[in-house]
């Protein structure tokens, strides 16, 4: 008889004999069969959980059974038979995973040991220790061994493309502290013999036209002549003089203000109060433009903006000159924009002109260093292309934004917003 986990088990009784998988004690167990006139099945296979056997068995001897004695083992787990014993069963607990064989002897009274008797069993393993499970530790191990590699890659390469990219801002803020010390020393160096080629050009020119012009008798034609030549180009030489002079210095602001140098004197500043500063420094331009029409549109009330005076009115003197630089007749329209219409955290000013427009593909280039429309070349007071660039630069700073709407022949408009100051509304 074999007792599974201490419960004593009818085998003949087994409800699924037909499958031989019949449920005991909440687990599935398997057989092949009974043995008949005996309770033990035949070629049982238990699961892990039902790996506590007790055996019984008994040997006859008519003469004298109360001198049989017994003895057994399982190979594999008892490396010899157990004491001779009177009992006539033996009990396993916990018997480990795999094919088992019960070897049971008797002796009677003639102290001999008889042929031992074998019992095949097998407890089947864990669903921790299958072959399924096994594959599957395998499988993660590698799994995780692949992650680990994965891993360590991916945060060398990191950190890599890191350290490059470090390097690189490193090598290009240097490059750029180089570029602008650079332009400085060259754009100092420049500018003061510079201001004496102008200003002795202005002297001649002076002269000329005071003392020498109106002294040469009018019978002295060629003399006349080469002097007058001489009076125009002494005036494009105070020109383009002037021109170079506007360039080194509009170089030197920009790099001023792109390498961070720049000190900015932030302050509460009223919207009309720029707009009107603005005005009056451009009013020269005007008086040679007769057929411009200056205009302004400005709505209250308006709230104040954080701003650095001086540098937004240098934004307006410089769109307001290319307004006026771009257009034949009409007009000009320097404004702010409804704060109704608008959130209040900023103030949107725009400078409007009738002028010739900016080409679509153009939009997003007069922003860029050197970049001027080439049609508008022609016949126009050249600039250097730098104007822009340095207002954009200047709205950065503000936490601003500057941008231009344009219809070729049509005219243009350039927009800037600059935040407001709060509860600051006149
Ligand atoms: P600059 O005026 O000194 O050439 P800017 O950076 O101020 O340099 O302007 C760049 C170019 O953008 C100008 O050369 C011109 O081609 C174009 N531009 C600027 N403002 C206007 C405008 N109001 N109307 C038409 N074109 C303009």
New binding site residues.
């Given amino acids: 008889d074999v007792n599974i986990n201490q419960q004593f088990i009818d085998f003949h009784q087994l409800t699924d004999s037909v499958n031989r998988h019949p449920t005991v004690l909440g687990n599935k167990i398997s057989y092949d069969s009974v043995a008949s006139f005996y309770n033990y099945p035949v070629g049982l296979t238990l699961p892990y959980r039902l790996n506590h056997l007790t055996f019984f068995f008994s040997a006859l001897d008519w003469a004298a059974p109360h001198k049989i004695k017994y003895q057994y083992k399982i190979d594999g787990l008892d490396q010899q038979w157990s004491e001779p014993q009177a009992e006539p069963f033996a009990d396993y607990r916990n018997i480990p995973p795999g094919e088992h064989i019960l070897r049971i002897r008797a002796m009677s009274s003639t102290q001999k040991w008889g042929a031992p008797v074998e019992y095949r069993f097998r407890v089947r393993p864990p669903w921790w220790e299958t072959t399924a499970a096994y594959l599957f530790y395998g499988l993660s191990a590698i799994g995780l061994i692949w992650l680990g590699i994965n891993w360590r890659l991916r945060y060398m390469r990191l950190s890599y493309e890191k350290d490059t990219a470090e390097t690189k801002a490193r090598l290009a803020a240097e490059a750029n502290e180089a570029k602008s010390n650079f332009l400085s020393t060259i754009s100092h160096e420049l500018r003061t013999p510079l201001t004496s080629i102008i200003g002795f050009a202005k002297i001649n020119k002076k002269n000329l036209k005071e003392k020498v012009l109106p002294n040469i008798p009018d019978d002295h034609k060629k003399m006349k002549r080469s002097a007058q030549r001489n009076f125009s180009n002494l005036d494009i030489m105070i020109q383009e003089g002037q021109r170079l002079a506007d360039l080194i210095n509009e170089l030197l602001d920009l790099s001023k203000i792109e390498s961070g140098k720049v000190v900015w004197k932030m302050e509460s500043v009223q919207p009309n109060d720029l707009i009107q500063h603005a005005i009056n420094a451009t009013s020269s331009l005007f008086t040679q433009k007769t057929e411009v029409e200056l205009k302004t549109e400005i709505p209250s009330p308006l709230p104040s903006v954080s701003a650095d005076q001086n540098r937004i009115l240098q934004v307006l003197i410089?769109?307001i000159s290319?307004?006026v630089?771009?257009?034949e007749s009409g007009q000009i329209l320097i404004g702010v924009e409804d704060t109704k219409a608008q959130t209040e955290e900023r103030v949107t000013f725009f400078v409007q002109?009738s002028?010739?427009?900016?080409p679509k593909n153009?939009l997003d280039q007069?922003?860029e260093k050197f970049?001027?429309?080439e049609d508008?070349?022609s016949g126009k007071p050249?600039?250097?292309?730098?104007?822009?660039?340095i207002c954009k630069e200047i709205l950065e700073a503000h936490r601003g934004e500057i941008w231009v709407e344009?219809e070729e022949g049509k005219?243009?408009t350039?927009f800037f917003t600059l935040p407001t100051i709060e509860k600051e509304v006149i």
Avoid at 382 to 389: A, H, N
């Fill in positions: 410089n769109l290319n307004a630089k771009f257009t002109d002028g010739m427009g900016i153009y007069v922003f970049k001027q429309v508008h070349q050249k600039g250097t292309g730098l104007g822009l660039p344009s005219g243009s350039f």
